[in-house]
């Protein structure tokens, strides 16, 4: 059973770090900035592929440290990502994680995560996200790739039309979303 609470987080308010600096760093960079260019990433490792270099020399809120992890590192930190492939590492930002209490997700551990990276679908304002409980990530990108060829591109449009209804709409919550709900009836069955 899935038990996994979906969320999606103000990233540009939050401050991550990335321990690691090969190709699976790279993608998790990828990853993040592709969602949110702004968030705040300091990423650490004894080696920095030149791909990682360049890449966190594009936003100016990312830093990087080319040296061992240490345990001042996880000052001010929320969410920590374990790129890095080294079991004694893992485990010991496990136990971290259980002190300190920030979130943790290991690269190919689901055992050690607190959350993981799924699949995302950004079309203008709309974002969905993919996940298969960290058992198939690969399945998550197919389907990812599936969802942004088959969106049209009047989602966008359809949003901001809706949104600017919901401004207009005057009367309370049930009301408003009686309105809404009829509104948006055909888009179920087209």
Known sequence: ??????????????NFLIVGGGNVALEKLHFLFKSSPQTKV????????PEVFEL?????DA??????FTIEDLT??????AAANNVSLNTYLRELANKYKFLLNVADKPEYCDFYLGGIVTKGDLKIGISTNG??????KRLRETFEEILPPSIEETIASTH????KLHGNFEEKLKVLNEL???LKAG
């Open 76 to 81: 001010d930190k929320h969410l920590v990502i």
């Open 63 to 68: 830093k990087m440290y080319e040296r061992s």
């Open 42 to 49: 300091d990423l650490v490792a004894e080696k920095i592929l």
């Open 184 to 186: 948006t009836k055909e």
């Open 1 to 14: 059973m899935n038990t996994l609470f979906p969320i999606f987080l103000k990233s540009d308010q939050l």
């Open 135 to 140: 058992k198939a990530p690969i399945l998550a």
């Open 56 to 60: 966190l020399n594009k936003f100016p």
């Open 164 to 167: 600017l209804l919901r401004k």
